[in-house]
């Protein structure tokens, strides 16, 4: 197997640009030579983008720490996409694109330093960078790496075919913008795995393009297990790009601590799109503001303040119209949830089909505070509350317990059609 050790470029390292020419020489060597792994030993390497090509591995080494420049006139500009729409970028620190058997493996450390980034964010002139980005890529992973600080979205393999993170730490500080953990987006056949994600936005989020996306792909077969969520606006959360599909999702054996809104599905009109045959067990969950949120009312980002937003009135259902239905949550633990136990507002036009909530205990905080279960125009804060439920069809409560809620189990009008059993 080709291995090149970066210490055997140390010639290229620059006091401005520190090893970035380092990089890009090992990875032309390597290139030629049809890929291989290259090794980074224990020591701090600063640098800027790392471009890998097919048939590589970056493999960290136990006490190696990648830490990547601020310095933005030596970073390359990419176009990819950002939140469903092509746009110019930093190239991201690691990425790859067009590619396969690409991967980022060991027991190191990447570090961002997204601090800069965060705080000039508004005035850049191109969107800030993803950690690691991977981009119409097949057969990619990430395995074992510590992730911090980093710029925007840390993981987010787009256009994607076979993917695997498994035993990744991320770790962002809560108050960090945009700064989701993975972020899979129209790809598919993506298993995430013995991950411990905390962020100051959603942990995972399961994307497919909005309605301004030209090349629309489903996002499907994903599969999330053994993973614990730490902060973040959302623990596992679709949408609300979803205008290309996202569908055969299973979450088992994961754990969400203090994240504001726990199993959250997101979308508005216009989206079209469907998010379907999703399964989550095996989830305990502790000092969220809402365990379950499923909003087709989704206000934030371009176009969010729209009177087709936030209209309650039915509008005709054609291919614009977005569809959640075929979700299963069994085996929940929830103590001390703030809002209320579970928000359900689907459109008037097309409600929020086929539910089921089993064997579920969701314990309320009566004392804590009172909290926005939703992103959506007109909703009270509330405070100890129980389900909230506004065009629901085919909604089963089976074997479901709620404690210390202060407020009746269900809040719902006639436009809820469910089974309390």
């Not at 962002?172 to 991950?195: F, L």
């Not at 799109?273 to 934030?300: H, K, W």
Request: proline fraction near 5%; glycine fraction near 8%.
């Amino acid at each position: 197997m080709n291995v090149k050790n970066i210490r055997d470029y140390t010639d290229r390292k620059t006091k401005e640009k520190g090893w970035t020419d380092a990089f890009k020489q090992a990875i032309a060597d390597m290139e030629e030579e049809d890929g291989g792994t290259l090794f980074v030993p224990a020591g701090i390497y600063e640098t800027c983008s790392i471009h890998l090509k097919d048939n590589m591995n970056l493999e960290l080494d136990a006490g190696a720490a990648l830490r990547f420049l601020d310095k933005r006139e030596f970073f390359e500009v990419v176009e990819t996409e950002y939140e469903g729409i092509k746009d110019k970028m930093y190239m991201p620190l690691i990425y790859a694109h067009q590619s396969q058997n690409v991967s980022v493996t060991g027991k190191g450390m990447i570090d961002g330093q997204g601090m800069s980034w965060w705080e000039e964010k508004d005035r850049l002139p191109y969107a800030r960078p993803y950690l690691i980005c991977f981009e119409e890529c097949r057969k990619v992973s990430v395995e074992g790496v510590t992730l911090k600080n980093s710029p925007a979205w840390t993981i987010h393999p787009v256009y994607c075919d076979d993917v695997r993170i498994h035993g990744v730490t991320i770790k962002n500080p809560a108050d960090s913008p945009n700064t989701d953990g993975i972020d899979p987006d129209c790809s598919s056949n993506v298993r995430i795995s013995d991950c411990m994600i905390d962020v100051g936005d959603d942990c995972i989020a399961i994307k497919a393009g909005t309605e301004d996306t030209q090349n629309r792909r489903p996002c499907e077969n994903i599969t999330i297990t053994n993973c614990n969520m730490i902060h973040g606006h959302g623990g596992v959360v679709i949408g609300s790009e979803m205008s290309g599909t996202v569908r055969n999702v299973t979450v088992t054996n994961c754990v969400f601590q203090d994240t504001d809104r726990g199993i959250r599905l997101k979308t508005r009109r216009r989206r079209g799109g469907a998010m379907e045959r999703l399964s989550f067990q095996n989830i305990v969950m502790d000092r969220v503001i809402c365990p379950i949120t499923f909003n087709m009312y989704y206000y934030c980002g371009k176009k969010g303040k729209e009177k087709y937003v936030w209209d309650k009135e039915p509008y005709p259902v054609d291919e614009t119209t977005p569809a959640i239905r075929d979700i299963s949550i069994n085996n929940l633990i929830v103590n001390d949830a703030s809002a209320c136990a579970g928000f359900i507002y689907g459109l008037p036009e097309q409600p929020v089909e086929n539910v089921m909530i089993s064997n579920a205990v969701i314990r309320m905080n009566p004392e804590g505070p009172e909290g926005n279960p939703a992103m959506m125009g007109n909703i009270e804060p509330m405070k100890a509350a129980g389900f909230f439920m506004r065009n629901v069809k085919g909604v089963v409560f089976s074997q479901v317990k709620l404690e210390e809620n202060i407020a009746p189990d269900i809040d719902c009008d006639e436009t809820a059609d469910f089974i309390w059993k």
